[in-house]
């Protein structure tokens, strides 16, 4: 995947992050415990429509004294429990809910050894200003139940350096306390078990826009923590320890120099008592160009470099081999042996060292790596052959089985059991952020899906990561537009961040695809949201505030501009009169027409809530003229005569995003689906009646914090509904039988 950086998921950034958020409680040492399953008022049974991975996994972690027992985190998706006996990722996090969306990112997770049903997690997205403070959830099943604890700080489990670690860490002296490293506020300290923190003097001084504490490890009953903050000269160092719990010194003669700037990862063998640390100039996943790794022998304060390879070498295209080193593992059952990985390797792609003989030799397992991505053929990139791997900062060996080595990537989890064959070691766990849905009326499949990263995936089945990967010629990064003809099911349109191509139709349902012959000049650079009229004869294209929306009549091969159109808004076709498109511009609360097959656009209704690029408007399937307006905490509006007027809908307050399912068993309306608030909390519902009534079909424990992207019924399976989450991929509920 060399041409498309994973850029991750933002979507809450700027307007939307302030506007739909309700502050979290901020009340330091307030214990919550979390709240039970609320009964809904229609059973619903929720899964994930597979792809399989799709999302940066930023750490795993085996505990070490049950076998079969492991953790893994995501920046944006929560946090999984591995189930030995099943094979799959078991999620611990989706009862997060609306309210809490900055909490999905984890920060940093610990076990404690001395007992193995306890697990901790440090939950914040963001550390920025819009965003609330972190958060800590405390488990003593495993991740079945929790309490949680909100802190006074902002954690950033998906800022820079989210995949160093772990920041958290059970003192291995007692059981009962608890370290925290910070991005911004220095280092924190529990001693009931993660129930109450507190702020511990620490000797580097935190930084308004640095890493802070970069990690936490136990060398014996010495704990370790790396400074992310460090210019990597001596005189700032960036490793410190503590052999009491109270008083914390720098580590005498420990590295220096650019590629020793910044400790990412550190692990303890503790047959040789030695500490192995991956450094890097810069804290990644992106803009790490040197590092290194050394070892310390902790019995005698001896540092010796083993870094494997030196970056800054030539490549074959007469390039710099440039990268970082990143993860770290030892195996727990052979002295001297280790893993580590690099990072940020474009041109010769990352790898794996290992050695066996303490960091006197190493061997690259990339080499002789034999990769099998069958059960997740996206992960080929549109392409020929898997990739080894990039932003590999996740690394662990199974402390039980010293062959079976994981490691995380920028979109999977790949694991061997015995150091050659890799495969994804992914089911269960999904994080991708969903931008787009479709239910074909028709055809095949009842799901295609756009996304950000991974571009478009039809969905032959919803049990199975898409037999043809990601929608390829061409290959998009991220998916910003996604429709097909109400009249014509078979022909579909999309839109994205791409290299070759900002646009495709497919004339197969979405099977397979073709470039547009020509497309406008800003595609490139603003590639937005596209629509195709009722019949598919006409595309509409958006490129966002600053351009004028384009119109093609002739697939794609030529475009003209469309003046009257509202820069920025979202086209949005009739499906049923093929010469009538729709646009609500968000700037000015304006509803725009057309009903010359979109040549040109005047405004109807007007006066209507404005300021927020997130409202949207969704025609109602079969019916001309039949649109519904989301504005968020401003309400559910409809309009039954092509926009030229709105009525409030009063059964509900706030709505974020509206779809349409097949109707119930004698009414005559589609069922409709919100995610919303009909009283005082925002969760998913489904309305027989035309909106006159919902009925809430998730329950508390199926929250997926942040689901305001998209919703949509099915079409031919009553009941069913598609949900799109910023990280926890495409939910779909049924009612339970």
């Known amino acids: 995947m060399s041409t498309f950086h994973l850029s991750r998921r933002a979507v809450l950034a ?91 990112g984890v920060e940093a997770m610990a076990v404690d050894p001395a007992h193995p049903n306890r697990l901790y997690l440090a939950l914040g997205t963001y550390a920025q200003s819009w965003a609330g403070n972190g958060a800590v959830l405390r488990s003593e099943d495993r991740g079945a139940t929790w309490k949680r604890t909100d802190l006074t700080v902002k954690l950033g489990g998906n800022e820079d350096g989210r995949g ?11 059981s009962d306390t ?132 030196k970056p800054g070498g030539a490549t074959e295209d007469g390039g710099t081999d440039s990268f970082g080193y990143g993860g ?28 066996t003989d303490g960091g006197r030799t190493w061997k690259s397992l990339k080499d002789e790596a034999v990769l099998d ?46 150091l050659k064959r890799w495969a994804p070691q992914i089911r269960g766990l999904e994080e991708a952020s969903i931008r787009q849905l479709i239910s074909p009326p028709a055809g095949e499949a009842h799901l295609i899906s756009g996304s950000g990263d991974i571009g478009v995936m039809y969905h032959e089945r919803l049990t199975a990561s898409p037999s043809r990967g990601m929608a390829s010629n061409p290959v998009f990064g991220t998916a910003t537009g996604l429709a097909l003809a109400a009249a014509k099911p078979s022909y579909v349109v999309r839109a994205g961040w791409g290299d070759n191509g900002n646009g495709a139709c497919s004339n197969d349902g979405g099977k397979t695809w073709a470039p547009f012959t020509s497309q406008p000049p800003m595609a490139e650079s603003a590639p937005g949201p596209i629509t195709t009229n009722a019949d598919g004869s006409v595309l509409l294209w958006s ?22 159109f509202p820069k920025g808004a979202v086209p949005v ?19 725009h027409a057309s009903t010359d097959s979109g040549k040109t656009f005047s405004a109807r209704a007007n006066g209507l ?11 109602a399937p079969g019916r001309s003229g039949d649109l519904w307006l989301s504005l968020k905490w401003n309400g559910l509006y409809r309009s039954t005569d092509g926009g030229a007027t709105f009525s409030k809908v009063g059964s509900c307050w706030a709505s974020y995003t509206l779809g349409f399912g097949k109707a119930a068993e004698g009414a005559s309306y589609p069922a409709v689906y919100l995610v919303g608030s009909t009283e005082n909390i925002t969760a998913v519902y489904r309305s027989d009646d035309e909106a006159k009534t919902w009925t809430r079909i998730n329950d508390d424990q199926h929250q997926w914090g942040w689901t305001g992207a998209g919703i949509t019924g099915d079409p031919r399976v009553y009941g069913r509904v598609y949900i799109a989450t910023n990280g926890r991929g495409v939910q779909y509920g049924e009612p339970a039988r």
């Not at 410190?240 to 692990?267: F, L, N």
């Not at 052959?385 to 199974?398: E, R, T």
């Not at 404005?610 to 409202?615: A, I, K, L, V």
Request: charged share 20%; proline share 6%; hydrophobic share 35%.
């Open 14 to 104: 700027g307007t939307a992050a302030t506007a739909a958020v309700v502050s979290l409680p901020m009340v330091q040492g307030s214990a919550q415990a979390a709240a039970p399953a609320s009964a809904a008022g229609t059973a619903y049974r929720w899964r994930n429509a597979v792809q399989g991975g799709t999302g940066f996994v930023t750490g795993v972690l085996f505990h070490p004294s049950v076998r079969g027992l492991a953790y893994a985190r995501t920046d944006i998706g929560g946090a999984y429990r591995w189930d030995d006996r099943t094979d799959r990722w078991i999620p611990l996090t989706d009862h997060i809910g609306w309210d809490d969306w900055n909490l999905l």
């Open 164 to 174: 160093c670690g772990e920041r958290l860490l059970v003192d291995p002296r007692d």
């Open 178 to 309: 608890l370290w925290l490293g910070t991005r911004h506020d220095g280092l924190l300290k529990s001693t009931d078990r993660g129930a109450t923190w507190k702020a511990v003097s620490f000797p580097a001084a935190p930084s308004a826009t640095g890493q802070g504490v970069t990690l936490l490890v136990a060398a014996g009953r010495t704990v370790y923590a790396g400074c992310g903050d460090s210019d990597g000269t001596a005189g700032k160092p960036s490793l410190y320890r503590t052999s009491d719990g109270t008083t914390w010194e720098a580590v005498p003669k420990q590295p220096a120099g650019t590629a020793a700037k910044v400790p990412i990862r550190a692990a303890y063998d503790r047959h040789t008592r030695e500490l192995y640390v991956t450094y890097a100039n810069a804290p990644g996943p992106n803009g790490q160009s040197d590092g290194s790794v050394h070892k310390l022998r902790t019995t005698d304060g001896k540092w010796t470099e083993v870094t494997p390879v």
């Open 328 to 355: 770290v593992a030892v195996d727990a059952r052979h002295p001297g042996t280790v893993v580590v990985s690099t990072n940020n390797r474009w041109a010769l792609v990352d790898t794996l060292y290992r050695t």
């Open 373 to 418: 991505v069958s059960e997740t053929p996206y992960l080929k990139w549109g392409g020929d052959q898997p990739k080894f791997g990039w932003w590999i900062q996740a690394l662990a060996v199974d402390p039980y089985d010293s062959k079976h080595v994981v490691y995380g990537t920028g979109a999977t989890l790949y694991g061997t059991r015995d």
């Open 543 to 564: 490129f966002g505030a600053a351009n004028p929306g384009y119109r093609s009549a002739d697939n794609g091969a030529t475009w003209s501009e469309v003046a009257s």
């Open 573 to 591: 076709a009739d499906p049923a009169d093929a010469t009538r498109f729709y646009a609500f511009d968000t700037t000015t609360g304006t509803l």
């Open 609 to 619: 809530n404005s300021g927020d690029t997130e409202f949207q408007l969704t025609a």
